[in-house]
């Protein structure tokens, strides 16, 4: 099991540190100190840097909250069988991985497979042109959704999928150059043969921390961010998605996945625990495999609705990182840069939560440095396959918050939807779209300020 840490005193020991920094260094005249900058997460923030940084509960958890985190905790790290067993049965018949736990190790970010690794972090939607009756994607016959490249025994995978790389070799305004790397995607022994027109998307699993922060942010803040038809004139528009949901029998906005297609955190679990694992539930009482030549008789849920809570709960109290180097002159330069270079105008800095079922996540000032809109990225980034009102080139705009402290959680930096981003600068290189701009405007920058830039998406 985790320990678990709580400081106290946290906030008063960093505002004191905040107002002796301010004191003994004078910031940048373009950029300005927020006291309050450090609490990603308002007084839920955890002010742990380590290793274990997305681990922690929320820091202002109540005791209840804390025993049923601790309850979630245990579901979400439980690892799923082949059936019949007391415990944790019903894995399969096809799936992608075994646990909750094992897509995301400590709670954040996976990368791509190495080229002697198997599919661990990552794996592929797949559809079928046009819509559902909920305007959702239509499954592609005999594959459902999502590619499932594992099954156990006496059932076949659905197929395996092997990775390769092109550079694509540019500069920056001052010469410096630099390479991104593009990937390409062979579907490799198929039990049957793909359907023509097949629409996949590689989707890698991103971290768990701050998912009940940003499922209590109002609609109507989401929505007031959003310019669909770009009315401003200042070439970013932003939609939001809207999903439906399992429970109430309609569409509802999105908020969470790559393409904001779950509207919800119990729904978002349920349907990856059906998807990544074959796992049933109240949510999704069909296998997987239902309709991929695989005949499954019908059984009760793999996963019951208490355990779906538990896990709920858990993904809602993981607490966000605190920033760190927050009055540093070189991160506050990149903080002025980011802003000027129009970052901001989708990666929102700071709003607030509204009231929610949970205390502790209610009105609470927040910086997560997202939208939750749906935002064109350009051809470089489109996968060419629509998720409910997303289109092929569209994706929520990612959470910033944690970005930094990815190396020290998950060993590596890669980052965007397929981990293709080898670094934050490649990340934001990969930018186009309503972003074409913004990515203009830091490839126009010097290497200082391009390290500045850096420096303060590192301190997130």
Same mark, same amino acid.
């Given at each position: 099991?985790?320990?678990?840490?709580?400081?106290?005193?946290?906030?008063?020991?960093?505002?004191?540190?905040?107002?002796?920094?301010?004191?003994?260094?004078?910031?940048?005249?373009?950029?300005?100190?927020?006291?309050?900058?450090?609490?990603?997460?308002?007084?839920?923030?955890?002010?742990?840097?380590?290793?274990?940084?997305?681990?922690?509960? %929320?820091?202002?958890?109540?005791?209840?909250?804390?025993?049923?985190?601790?309850?979630?905790?245990?579901?979400?790290?439980?690892?799923?069988?082949?059936?019949?067993?007391?415990?944790?049965?019903?894995?399969?018949?096809?799936? #992608?991985?075994?646990?909750?736990?094992?897509?995301?190790?400590?709670?954040?970010?996976?990368?791509?497979?190495?080229?002697?690794? $198997?599919?661990?972090?990552?794996?592929?939607?797949?559809?079928?042109?046009?819509?559902?009756?909920?305007?959702?994607?239509?499954?592609?016959? =005999?594959?459902?959704?999502?590619? $499932?490249?594992?099954?156990?025994?006496?059932?076949?995978?659905?197929?395996?999928?092997?990775?390769?790389?092109?550079?694509?070799?540019?500069?920056?305004?001052?010469?410096?150059?630099?390479?991104?790397?593009?990937?390409?995607?062979?579907?490799?022994?198929?039990?049957?043969?793909?359907?023509?027109?097949?629409?996949?998307?590689?989707?890698?699993? #991103?971290?768990?921390?701050?998912?009940?922060?940003?499922?209590?942010?109002?609609?109507?803040?989401?929505?007031?961010?959003?310019?669909?038809?770009?009315?401003?004139?200042? =070439?970013?528009?932003?939609?939001?998605?809207?999903?439906?949901?399992?429970?109430?029998?309609?569409?509802?906005?999105?908020?969470?996945?790559?393409?904001?297609?779950?509207?919800?955190?119990?729904?978002?679990?349920?349907?990856?625990?059906?998807?990544?694992?074959?796992?049933?539930?109240?949510?999704?009482?069909?296998?997987?495999?239902?309709?991929?030549?695989?005949?499954?008789?019908?059984?009760?849920?793999?996963?019951?609705?208490?355990? %779906?809570?538990?896990?709920?709960?858990?993904?809602?109290?993981?607490?966000?990182?605190?920033?760190?180097?927050?009055?540093?002159?070189?991160? %506050?330069?990149?903080?002025?840069?980011?802003?000027?270079?129009?970052?901001?105008?989708?990666?929102?800095?700071?709003?607030?939560?509204?009231?929610?079922?949970?205390?502790?996540?209610?009105?609470?000032?927040?910086?997560?440095?997202?939208?939750?809109?749906?935002?064109?990225?350009?051809?470089?980034?489109?996968? =060419?396959?629509?998720?409910?009102?997303?289109?092929?080139?569209?994706?929520?705009?990612?959470?910033?918050?944690?970005?930094?402290?990815? $190396?020290?959680? #998950?060993?590596?930096? #890669?980052?965007?939807?397929?981990?293709?981003?080898?670094?934050?600068?490649?990340?934001?290189?990969?930018?186009?779209?309503?972003?074409? $701009?913004?990515?203009?405007?830091?490839?126009?920058?010097?290497?200082?300020?391009?390290?500045?830039?850096?420096?303060?998406?590192?301190?997130?």
């Amino acid at each position: 099991m985790k320990t678990y840490v709580k400081c106290w005193d946290c906030k008063l020991l960093v505002v004191a540190f905040l107002l002796l920094a301010c004191k003994e260094s004078s910031p940048p005249t373009n950029a300005s100190i927020d006291p309050d900058e450090a609490y990603s997460g308002g007084s839920t923030t955890s002010f742990d840097a380590t290793s274990r940084a997305f681990t922690f509960p %929320l820091a202002n958890i109540t005791a209840t909250s804390l025993a049923a985190h601790r309850a979630g905790d245990a579901v979400f790290e439980g690892t799923f069988v082949t059936p019949p067993a007391l415990v944790n049965g019903g894995l399969g018949p096809i799936y #992608n991985n075994t646990s909750c736990k094992s897509w995301h190790n400590n709670d954040g970010r996976a990368r791509p497979p190495l080229a002697t690794e $198997q599919f661990g972090g990552l794996l592929f939607r797949v559809s079928a042109s046009g819509s559902d009756v909920n305007g959702g994607p239509i499954p592609l016959t =005999g594959f459902g959704l999502q590619i $499932q490249t594992h099954a156990v025994v006496s059932t076949v995978p659905e197929m395996s999928i092997s990775i390769s790389y092109v550079e694509i070799p540019d500069a920056f305004a001052d010469g410096q150059v630099y390479s991104l790397q593009k990937p390409t995607y062979t579907m490799v022994n198929p039990y049957i043969p793909v359907p023509a027109g097949a629409m996949i998307s590689p989707r890698i699993a #991103n971290a768990n921390f701050g998912l009940g922060l940003l499922e209590a942010v109002p609609e109507q803040t989401i929505l007031g961010y959003a310019d669909e038809n770009d009315v401003n004139g200042d =070439g970013i528009s932003g939609k939001a998605n809207y999903v439906y949901d399992q429970s109430q029998d309609k569409v509802v906005l999105g908020r969470f996945g790559w393409k904001a297609s779950q509207p919800t955190l119990i729904q978002q679990a349920a349907a990856a625990a059906n998807g990544d694992m074959g796992i049933t539930s109240p949510y999704f009482p069909d296998e997987s495999s239902k309709g991929q030549l695989q005949d499954v008789p019908a059984h009760d849920p793999e996963i019951s609705s208490d355990q %779906l809570d538990a896990i709920k709960v858990y993904l809602q109290t993981l607490a966000p990182p605190a920033r760190r180097n927050v009055t540093d002159e070189t991160v %506050l330069r990149g903080k002025a840069l980011f802003i000027q270079a129009q970052c901001s105008a989708c990666h929102i800095p700071k709003m607030q939560t509204g009231s929610d079922e949970l205390s502790e996540l209610s009105n609470q000032t927040i910086r997560p440095y997202t939208d939750l809109l749906l935002h064109d990225m350009g051809d470089g980034l489109a996968d =060419g396959r629509p998720d409910f009102k997303a289109s092929g080139s569209e994706w929520r705009t990612a959470p910033l918050w944690g970005i930094g402290l990815v $190396q020290i959680v #998950n060993g590596h930096t #890669n980052f965007l939807h397929d981990g293709r981003a080898r670094s934050l600068m490649e990340a934001v290189l990969w930018h186009s779209g309503e972003a074409e $701009q913004a990515k203009q405007n830091v490839k126009k920058m010097n290497s200082d300020d391009r390290n500045a830039l850096i420096k303060f998406l590192e301190s997130l």
